[in-house]
């Protein structure tokens, strides 16, 4: 099957139910995207799907075929961050930085379809992402960084 | 009696890490300095400069000994060299250095002994410096117990001196001018007309001996330490480029996974891997310990075919009532310690009031499941995993593997998170176990979140009993019983060392506070091990601190007196005052005002004090606002120590929530993130964190903030609904939104 990820088409051969994660990182070698349940319970392995935060764990690699597959390697660089990347450098949320990745493809997810949301709306979006270091704070804070509400 | 009997009475427990070491090493260790294990690797052109600093033409390397699970550890290392050396830690490579007794941890010892952090009297004094020295012949390179900055602070300070010293020597030599007149700047050796590069220097360290004992800088001259800095980790894992042990690809490597009884030691009773051997991508299916590993190209693979093998475990383990049963027995049998025994509780006046509480058994459950690779051949082995104790790691392959611990290579790679986890290693021995039957292909062996669930080696569950008087409006005695399974006792039973005489981390937190009650009694009680416990995030203090601060809040509403005034009149060690009296100020304390509960824990040796504030509503009960006030004695980096006490006041509050691992007899019953429920963000209070530096010894933050955040909450429901929560998790006796 062909797949395009970050702008890129691959050809693999996989089987259809094999989860993206496993896709990404296993077979294209794009370790970005983490493993931590396997059950859509952590949100560690978000990736965008046509700009979508989805649970990579949880799409066949079948059903990605053919969409456009964003990982946080994707979203931006260390040169050129995005401006959620941006916001979580400059308020240094990482602890472990396992859940990270997983973390600012949720939050770029919810600003491009919600500029400037509401505390409401961060809780419903971050609330399936999981930090065992609990960077929460400073999470809420970076997005509303990013989103430019900063102390609103 | 016999020998080991009176050793037992004398004696207390110290840790695993320190008795396995001192054996293995043998006290003659001590006398002979270990030398710099830099120097065997260095290739034509390098330079070692003390065990820290290694020099090649692309210029400087810092070797940063303490794993970084999370805590900063990684970058605060990299700052006290480059404070010293005048190199920016972001321009400088990073390395976690080879293990070696070298890197030994001079104050991770202390902990394990009954020398309350606050006592500067003179047994405490020279039982710490007793420890210091064990930690020394012990050849204990191991990180934990929050002792990263305290051990680090001088240490690489005089290595990033030493090596900026040699480096102008060397400079000096070649100029013809005096080393005084040389000045360092940015990795560059400088002078009246001209600078040169450290690596240019490299020829000329050959001539030039290693300057010692150089002065400090004044913290006044600090460039970043003290001051808010970029953690060198951070931008990297922002943008998903940071690597960490399970992301490790080697030429020709395997996936592997392993399925196992989730009792260790139960055997297997039938397997059949049929199925699974004929999946897709399966190179084997080989036995293993209690159970057996699937070989793949792909992890997916590897955990697909283990879920289909049929796997029949044997064995028979504990139930959660039978253990409950055994824990509160154990608060009427022996006593382990008795390490705080003043006055007469029992005979003491006023009126009396008794209460129980319980925690449940908890798993550290980092983010990154346990993984680690081996490569294996009959003349050497090589590890790659995040490991807080890299010698016991080659120690425990080498058993395996039948070679000496010298041909096994450790390579500490970053952890996502620990917690603790990662000073256990059974999964590393199980990828060597794995890698003996293929020898010559690295094994990447990565638990499923399953697996890693059902395998743990938990917090132990713990039951006290609180009894006391208050009298006049005041708090007169204080009587706290505790029992658990002893996390010393389990981690060196599976190292095979047996463990005599009290353990101090079961009553730590609560013998060790630093209330002056006229009667007052902490004792300690071992249960029998069952479960396979170990050293959770603030360790004894998880639970004590919980134990003691609720308890101590009961007494003081019986009395009738403000959670807080109270407590200052019972404390007279200045630091644990001022952290009390900033935490109420920050909060404008007035009073519980039916929503508020104030917790104080001493642990690790640094005092924090806790105010949350909490709200009823339709949905439960909201957390609004945690203030936190720590003492550390001088803060290095401001930013990483505000995350490190939130989120580990954070992770206390959400454990004590939600979270416990239960067992029906065949083991855990909770698998993995939905049944073993974790904070999210929408319950996170807003927090305002304090961190003082005032002088005295300075003290790490990983841990300490842990211990008051559940009592501050469980004190704070009190205030809001009259409940008293005695048992974790929370979340069964109240409605949380």
């Known amino acids: ?152 | 009696m016999g020998t080991a009997g009176k050793i037992a009475r004398r004696t207390f427990l110290i840790g695993t890490a320190a008795i396995g070491a001192g054996v293995a090493f043998g006290i003659y260790a001590y006398r002979r300095d270990p030398g710099n294990p830099l120097t065997a690797g260095l290739a034509p052109g390098e330079a070692a400069l003390t065990p820290y600093v290694l020099l090649d033409a692309e210029g400087v390397t810092l070797i940063t000994p303490r794993i970084d699970l999370g805590q900063g550890a990684a970058s605060i290392q990299a700052h006290l060299l480059a404070e010293e050396l005048d190199v920016d830690p972001a321009k400088v490579r990073l390395a976690s250095g080879p293990a070696s007794p070298v890197y030994h941890n001079g104050s991770v010892a202390a902990e394990g002994m009954p020398l309350a952090a606050w006592d500067e009297g003179l047994i405490a004094r020279g039982g710490r410096a007793a420890s210091e020295v064990l930690g020394k012949f012990g050849g204990l390179h191991v990180t934990g117990g929050s002792t990263t900055v305290a051990d680090a602070y001088d240490r690489l300070r005089a290595a990033g001196a030493s090596a900026r010293e040699t480096l102008k020597a060397a400079a000096a030599t070649r100029l013809g001018i005096a080393r005084e007149d040389l000045r360092t700047e940015d990795g560059r050796v400088v002078w009246a007309d001209g600078s040169a590069p450290y690596a240019e220097l490299i020829p000329l360290l050959a001539d030039v001996e290693v300057v010692q004992d150089v002065p400090l800088r004044d913290p006044s001259a600090w460039r970043w330490l003290g001051q808010p800095h970029r953690r060198v980790d951070v931008a990297a894992k922002s943008v998903g480029t940071y690597r960490f042990g399970g992301d490790l690809v080697l030429p020709d490597m395997l996936h592997a996974t392993v399925v196992t009884n989730p009792l260790r030691g139960g055997g297997v009773v039938s397997m059949h891997a049929s199925e699974a051997e004929a999946m897709r991508g399966v190179e084997a299916v080989l036995p293993i310990t209690d159970g057996a590993a699937v070989l793949a190209d792909n992890d997916w693979r590897a955990f697909r075919a283990a879920r289909a093998i049929r796997f029949e475990s044997g064995g028979e383990g504990p139930t959660s009532d039978a253990l409950w049963k055994a824990h509160e027995a154990a608060l009427d049998g022996d006593r382990d310690s008795a390490f705080t025994d003043e006055g007469d509780v029992d005979a003491a006046p006023g009126t009396r009031i008794e209460a129980t509480y319980r925690v449940p058994f908890l798993h550290h459950a980092p983010l990154e499941p346990a993984n680690a690779t081996v490569r294996y051949t009959p003349e050497a082995t090589e590890v790659w995993t995040a490991t807080q104790a890299p010698i016991f790691v080659a120690r425990s392959v080498a058993r395996i593997t039948g070679q000496e611990a010298e041909q096994v290579t450790v390579n500490v790679l970053p952890a996502g998170g620990s917690f603790g986890h990662r000073l256990e290693d059974e999964w590393v021995r199980q990828a060597a176990e794995i890698a003996v039957q293929v020898p010559g292909r690295p094994v990447r062996l990565t638990l499923s979140r399953e697996q890693d669930m059902t395998h743990g080696f938990y917090r132990p569950m713990a039951v006290a009993r609180g009894r006391g008087t208050v009298e006049n409006g005041r708090v007169r005695a204080l009587d706290l019983a505790v029992a658990a399974q002893s996390v010393a006792e389990s981690q060196m039973g599976r190292v095979g060392f047996p463990a005599f005489g009290p353990d101090v981390a079961l009553v730590a937190g609560a013998w060790d506070a630093p209330y002056a009650l006229p009667d007052r009694r902490i004792t300690g009680h071992r249960v029998a091990a069952t479960v396979p416990v170990s050293s959770w995030r603030s360790v004894g203090a998880s639970h004590n601190g919980f134990f003691l601060e609720s308890f101590l809040d009961e007494l003081i509403a019986e009395a009738g007196a403000d959670p807080v005034e109270e407590r200052l009149r019972l404390i007279s060690h200045e630091p644990s005052r001022r952290v009390l009296e900033t935490v109420a100020e920050m909060a404008s304390w007035n009073g519980p005002e039916g929503k508020r509960g104030v917790a104080f824990v001493y642990s690790f040796g640094v005092p924090v004090a806790q105010i949350m504030e909490v709200r009823q509503t339709e949905a439960g009960i909201v957390m609004d606002k945690l203030w936190i006030a720590a003492e550390v004695g001088r803060v290095l980096d401001p930013v990483n120590i505000e995350a490190q006490l939130s989120g580990g006041a954070l992770f206390g509050i959400g454990h004590a929530l939600s979270s416990e691992i239960t067992f029906d007899g065949r083991g855990p019953e909770q698998t993995n993130f939905d049944s073993y429920e974790s904070l999210r963000l929408w319950q996170t209070p807003e927090i305002e964190v304090r961190a003082l530096g005032s002088g005295g010894p300075i003290r790490g933050a990983g841990e300490p903030g842990l211990p008051p955040a559940a009592p501050a909450l469980a004190n704070a429901v009190f205030a809001a609904t009259g409940t008293r929560l005695r048992r974790m998790p929370f979340a069964a006796d109240m409605r949380f939104a």
């Open chain 1, 1 to 152: 099957m062909r797949i395009t990820v970050n702008g890129t088409d691959h050809e693999v051969d996989v089987e259809e139910d094999m989860p993206l994660l496993w896709l990404l990182r296993d077979e294209l070698g794009i370790h970005g995207s983490k493993y931590g349940c396997g059950i859509g319970a952590c949100g560690a392995c978000t990736v965008h799907l046509d700009g979508l935060a989805v649970r990579a764990c949880q799409v066949w690699s079948g059903d990605a075929a053919g969409a456009e597959v964003t990982t946080i390697e994707g979203l931006g660089t260390e040169a050129a961050p995005h401006p959620v990347q941006q916001a979580w450098i400059d308020l240094q949320v990482a602890q472990c930085g396992y859940c990270q990745p997983g973390q600012v493809m949720q939050a770029a997810a919810l600003l491009a379809e919600v500029p400037d949301p509401t505390d409401r709306q961060i809780e419903d979006a971050m609330g399936g992402n999981l930090c065992r270091c609990a960077t929460y704070p400073r999470i809420r804070a970076a997005i509303r960084r990013a989103a430019g509400s900063e102390g609103a």
